[in-house]
C-alpha cells in the first residue's frame, strides 16, 4: 500500500511539473510572428525559446514552424540565421508544415539549408 501512495504521488507531481512547464503560443507571440517583423519578434521571443515547442490547440509548433505556416520569410530566415534547429519536430517538422501546407518556395528554402523529412 505504500508503495501504491509513493506511486502515485511520483506521478502526481510529474503531470503537475509538465502542466508548468508547457508553454502555449499566445496571442502576442503569434501576432509577433505575423508581423514579420524582426524587432516585434525579438521583443516576445528569447533565443532560449527558438527551439521550444509552443502549444496551440491540439499541435504544437515551434517558432519557425509557425513562421513557415504563416509563410513570414523574414522572420524564417532570421531563425535559420540565429541557430533554430531546422529540423525541430514538435507536431510535425517545419519542412513537413511547408509541404502539407503548399509552401513550395519556403520548402525549398529549407530543404537548402539541410532540413529533412524525418
Known amino acids: 500500500m505504500k508503495k501504491i ?3 502515485i504521488f511520483l ?5 503537475f511539473a509538465n502542466m508548468l512547464s508547457a508553454q502555449k503560443m499566445t496571442q ?8 514579420d517583423d524582426i524587432s516585434i519578434f525579438k521583443k516576445h521571443f528569447a ?8 502549444t496551440l490547440g491540439y499541435e504544437q ?3 519557425l514552424g ?11 530566415n ?3 540565421s540565429n541557430k533554430a534547429n531546422i529540423n525541430k519536430k514538435c507536431t510535425a517538422t517545419p519542412l513537413q508544415i511547408a509541404n502539407d501546407a503548399k509552401r513550395v518556395e519556403i520548402a525549398q528554402l529549407l530543404t537548402e539549408r539541410g532540413a529533412t523529412n524525418n
Open 5 to 7: 501512495t509513493s506511486t
Open 47 to 54: 533565443p532560449a525559446d527558438y527551439n521550444k515547442c509552443f
Open 28 to 35: 502576442e507571440k503569434m501576432k509577433a510572428i505575423y508581423s
Open 78 to 80: 532570421f531563425l535559420l
Open 66 to 76: 509557425f513562421s513557415v505556416l504563416s509563410g513570414k520569410t523574414k522572420i524564417i
Open 61 to 63: 509548433f515551434s517558432p
Open 11 to 15: 506521478f502526481g507531481i510529474l503531470a
